[in-house]
């Protein structure tokens, strides 16, 4: 009942195939970058920072740059400045005159009504690492600043695992959906709907492994992990599935609901009739389906007629013009030996099939 096509599923698909591949491999270089330059340059830092030592008194360190010592200087608060507020925290710039004279600020986390202590006149101890202030000590407590470089490598981390992994598997994900269409023409099997799902599981779960740990080696220890597990899920659910499914009859069974108002809904009509329609609605009522480009459904009506019998529900075939996506089911029909195609959200075809008034011969089948 399916529209006669020439060329295999797989040629037809090769360009969408070739792009989705040459997307993942540039997913993969930029990874490769982000883990090997802005991750690797953070930890770098972060490392320094946490080794560093105090100044000795003339601001050196034996052995070692002057900006690369911990510089301690007295200071006093003058104010806190407007609290900037984020998605998800807040931060507030705080003003303070160094016992030199010399006037700066420095950022902090959250808001200076959480923290008494930053009261003009307070006395503080600011330190300065590589010409910026990383922390101020209170009387009782340390405030580290927006330039504190500790956990700095999180963002590039967690972009480049995810975006590394995304792209290994958008490109495995291709070559099964390519083995695939060799042997099936549905476009939504299983078999690339569980490589999907496997794959945005790893994909979020690396984005995520750095700010679930305390360290980049552990992150990238909890991804490696997390492969073999979501693998064995995969397939674990794979081996269900292919003793519950078959591709042999792929029938869907629908039971009618016919209609008895008048609906609109998204839906098209294809083949070689005269009523067919890309407007992309159609009209369904009581003896009554239509297809129109009218969003109200009330003109350009081109009605079904009698003469459309229904055959099956199925889903989506890589062979069906416009290529329906995955929350459309397709209706094959005859009208005098002619294919028809009916293609609408599954929500909507019991109405479809409803206003079709569809025989016990007819019926969709349970396979």
């Not at 070559?175 to 269409?181: G, I, P």
């Not at 609605?281 to 009554?288: D, E, I, N, S, W």
């Given at each position: 009942m399916t529209p006669a096509?020439?060329?295999?599923?797989?040629?037809?698909?090769?360009?969408?195939?070739?792009?989705?591949?040459?997307?993942?491999?540039?997913c993969v270089l930029v990874a490769t970058w982000l883990l090997l330059v802005p991750t690797r340059g953070a930890l770098d830092e972060e490392r320094a920072f946490r080794s560093a030592v105090g100044c000795a008194s003339d601001g050196s360190v034996p052995g070692a740059r002057g900006d690369d010592c911990l510089r301690t200087v007295e200071a006093r608060i003058d104010r806190a400045g407007r609290v900037e507020r984020g998605r998800k925290t807040a931060r507030f710039w705080l003003y303070v005159t160094e016992?030199?004279?010399?006037?700066?600020?420095?950022?902090?986390?959250?808001?200076?009504?959480?923290?008494?202590?930053?009261?003009p006149g307070t006395r503080v101890d600011v330190t300065y690492w590589r010409d910026r202030i990383r922390y101020v000590d209170f009387e009782s407590t340390r405030r580290y600043t927006n330039a504190d470089p500790r956990g700095d490598y999180r963002l590039p981390c967690a972009f480049g695992l995810g975006l590394g992994l995304y792209g290994l598997l958008l490109t495995s994900g291709v070559?099964?959906?390519?083995?695939?269409?060799r042997t099936?023409?549905?476009?939504?099997?299983?078999?690339?709907?569980?490589?999907?799902?496997?794959?945005?599981?790893?994909?979020a779960l690396a984005a995520a492994a750095p700010w679930l740990t305390d360290s980049a080696g552990s992150a990238f220890r909890l991804v490696g992990l997390s492969v073999p597990v979501v693998l064995a899920a995969c397939w674990t659910t794979a081996l269900l599935l292919r003793r519950r499914r078959s591709d042999g009859d792929d029938t869907i069974a629908v039971t009618p609901s016919a209609p008895t108002t008048e609906h609109c809904f998204p839906g098209t009509v294809l083949g070689d009739i005269p009523y067919a329609g890309a407007g992309?609605?159609?009209?369904?009522?009581?003896?009554?389906?239509?297809?129109?480009p009218d969003p109200t459904g009330t003109a350009f009506r081109r009605e079904v007629p009698s003469t459309l019998t229904p055959v099956r529900v199925r889903p989506p075939y890589l062979t069906d013009p416009g290529r329906p996506d995955h929350h459309c089911w397709v209706?094959?029909?005859?009208?005098?030996?002619?294919?028809?195609?009916?293609?609408?959200?599954?929500?909507?075809?019991?109405?479809?099939?409803?206003?079709?008034?569809?025989?016990?011969?007819?019926?969709?089948?349970?396979?």
């Open positions: 096509k020439t060329d295999p599923p797989i040629r037809s698909s090769r360009t969408a195939i070739l792009g989705a591949s040459v997307f993942g491999l540039l016992a030199d004279g010399t006037s700066t600020r420095t950022r902090l986390p959250g808001s200076p009504d959480e923290h008494p202590v930053t009261r070559y099964v959906a390519a083995r695939r269409s099936s023409v549905r476009a939504f099997s299983w078999q690339v709907n569980l490589t999907v799902a496997g794959a945005l599981c790893l994909t992309g609605y159609l009209v369904a009522g009581p003896a009554l389906l239509a297809s129109t209706l094959e029909c005859e009208d005098g030996g002619v294919p028809v195609l009916i293609i609408t959200r599954k929500k909507t075809m019991p109405r479809v099939l409803g206003a079709l008034r569809p025989t016990p011969s007819t019926a969709p089948r349970q396979p």
